[in-house]
């Protein structure tokens, strides 16, 4: 039977190797919707050869050039914010592949649940931010929600073998980034060429960025929490610099499961696409002898403050973790724009923190205020840095 496919970020990483997976897949899978932020041609390019329904730009200055490329096929397009939502709740649509990155995909992300929608989730900082109240809208309206992140990936398909009530802990594995040797001394002046030459993985500039910080370890142990309802302290993070195991679960009786593959976003991509089936792609299967070792450390929480902070976070919950994603996305950015240094961005999420009274119990307005409140707040420690 036929898929309809509709993914948010399609100018992206994951968006771009999403579209690999697709061609891959063969004609049962269709694109139903494609959105960008602001790369509108390559949007247009993707428009012309996959014919969807609909796209959405989000950044609205770019809304006539779209409609200049596009003016002669029969596409309706969408303009800002707005047209992520209207994407997310498409009747026609069976798979909403979110690959947005930051805060930004959240509205869409909740509408998607409302509908009772496959949700292929990527952009990560929605669960972050609103991970209760997404698996509620999810579960109150019968939808279903799909890891794309390598590790959630593979402890989804670990959990299998157990139920949740068995599990005694889930391990998130951790590249260590192009910092795992560094001290903190080498960390204080690490410039942006370094930070983004990630020894692994070929990904976006922002979670590049979260992954030398070791910030996106930090918010994939909360994302962990919502996905799989599972309590933080029995969520672990170990170093694993080859990328090969993408993370275990450990059950009761003492067995470890884990998924293992190639470091590349189509398995899992692929396996949130036609789950629960499994079909011959393209990532290259592994070789274990060419690989030899396999190595794991535990991560070094002085010189990753980032991951202390994560668990702090994750235990305080409430609007902490709203704080925690929306410093972080404010201080990348400005880390990426060189208003501040490397070192900075965690300082100031940390100070962000601290700054901020954590209201226990979130709805979307706490998040919406939270998220603003935090940004306000970098771009004043951003100055005193
Ligand atoms: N890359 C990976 O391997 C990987 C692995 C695991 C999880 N993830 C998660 O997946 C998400 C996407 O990561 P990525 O590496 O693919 O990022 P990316 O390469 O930077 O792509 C981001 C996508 O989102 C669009 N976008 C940017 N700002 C937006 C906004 N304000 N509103 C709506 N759309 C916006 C971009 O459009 P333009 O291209 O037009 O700017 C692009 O299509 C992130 O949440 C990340 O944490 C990524």
């Known amino acids: ?72 096929l029969d596409i309706e397009i969408l303009v800002g914010p707005e047209g992520l939502i209207e994407i997310a709740e498409l009747q026609e649509m069976d798979i909403l592949l979110t690959a947005v990155v930051g805060a930004a995909g959240l509205p869409a992300v909740l509408a998607a649940g409302r509908k009772g929608k496959r949700l292929a989730i990527a952009n990560k900082e929605p669960l972050v931010i609103a991970g209760e109240l997404l698996r509620k809208e999810i579960e109150k309206n019968g939808g279903v929600i799909l890891p794309v992140d390598s590790e959630h990936s593979a402890v989804f398909q670990a959990m299998q073998s157990g139920s949740k009530e068995q599990v005694n802990k889930i391990i998130l594995t951790a590249s260590g980034g192009p910092f795992r040797q560094a001290t903190a001394e080498d960390i204080l002046n690490v410039t942006l060429e370094q930070a983004l030459a990630h020894p692994v993985w070929d990904m976006g500039p922002k979670i590049t960025i979260d992954s030398a910080t070791m910030m996106n370890k930090a918010f994939e142990i909360i994302e962990a929490r919502w996905l799989f309802d599972i309590s933080v302290e029995k969520i672990e993070v170990l170093i694993h610099p080859e990328s090969i195991v993408h993370s275990i679960v450990e059950f009761v009786d003492g067995s470890m499961i884990a998924q293992l593959g190639e470091p590349d976003m189509c398995l899992p991509i692929q396996y949130a696409l036609t789950y629960p089936e499994r079909v011959a792609g393209i990532a290259r299967a592994l070789r274990l002898e060419e690989i030899g070792t396999l190595t794991f450390e535990k991560p070094n929480l002085q010189t990753f403050r980032a991951l202390s902070l994560g668990y702090e976070v994750a235990r305080t919950g409430g609007t902490a973790p709203v704080v925690f994603n929306a410093a972080n996305e404010a201080a990348v950015e400005g880390f990426l724009a060189s208003r501040i240094k490397f070192v900075n961005i965690v300082e100031i999420i940390e100070n962000c923190l601290n700054r901020h009274n954590v209201k226990p119990t979130v709805s979307l307005e706490d998040v919406l205020e939270a998220d603003a409140w935090a940004r306000r707040e970098v771009t004043e420690l951003a100055c005193s840095v």
């Open 1 to 72: 039977m036929t898929k309809q496919i509709a993914i948010l970020g399609s100018t992206g990483s994951i968006g771009k190797n999403a579209l690999r997976v697709i061609d891959s897949l063969g004609p049962e899978y269709k694109i139903v919707a494609l959105s960008a932020h602001s790369k509108v041609e390559l949007l247009a390019e993707q428009a012309r050869r996959y014919k969807p329904k609909f796209v959405a730009i989000t950044n609205s200055d770019y809304a006539e050039q779209l409609r200049e490329f596009l003016g002669d």
